[in-house]
């Protein structure tokens, strides 16, 4: 995704300084006939290239699946976008949130900031809300002491399997209970064994949330589309 915003910001200054050099540096040049069909062009371009910065900005966003901690849910290769206005929005991570539709759900699958690389963006699904109590016992899900059913959930490892490996105290086993404290959501891969998630770096502060995983709009595996796997949405 990151590459894609890098393509779209690159683009609108490149055609913002165009705009600014003809409409100022070259006046004579938009005002001459026979470069009307080129300014049109341009002006076009560059309207379409602010409404879809606008757009990403305050509704959809286009985010790229960079690895497989949501299988098979999502899967790499999966190009997706999301909701940004459901959940409201915080002024560069830090304010309340604000423009709130609704709160995120037990399942929701969500796009949020890194909290320990702001640069990065992580993509899971939402576990725990405040004040739930979270515990893995034997690999299974508990919340609020019953036993959750997980069908999206993927093991690449028995129990019995991940001890060995990890020794005893080993997260993809057994964790907590922790309570999830105000403001924050407890946040966790599909693909369990694969996942770098809550268990590791902690509860989800709602700041860095970004929106919600919406549409899969696109899938390309080794540059060749995969049909079967596009124009779904993502649950």
Known sequence: M???NTILYIMAGVLTL????LRWG???FRRNPANAGTVETLDSL?????????????????????SGSMEDTLQIGD??????????????????????????QHGDILVF????????????????????VIELRNGDLYRNGEKQVEP????????????????PSSY??????????????????????NSLDSRYWGQLDEKLIKGKAWFIYWHSNNFRPDFQRMFRFVH
């Open 2 to 4: 990151e590459n894609l």
């Open 18 to 21: 165009v705009e600014a050099v």
């Open 26 to 28: 070259f006046p004579s």
């Open 46 to 66: 560059w309207v379409a290239m602010v409404v879809a910065l606008s757009l990403k900005a305050v509704l959809l966003q286009p985010f790229t699946i960079p």
């Open 79 to 104: 190009y997706i976008l999301v909701k940004k206005y459901e959940f409201g929005y915080s002024l560069l991570n830090k304010t309340p949130r604000f423009l709130e539709f609704k709160k995120p």
């Open 113 to 132: 900031v890194y909290p320990q690389d702001h640069s990065k963006d992580f993509i899971k699904r939402c576990i725990g809300l405040p004040n739930d």
């Open 152 to 167: 999206y959930v993927k093991h690449l490892f028995t129990p019995k399997e991940s001890l060995e490996m990890d020794g």
């Open 172 to 193: 993809k086993v057994n964790y907590g209970p922790v309570t999830i404290e105000p403001g924050h959501y407890w946040m966790m891969g599909d693909n369990r064994d």
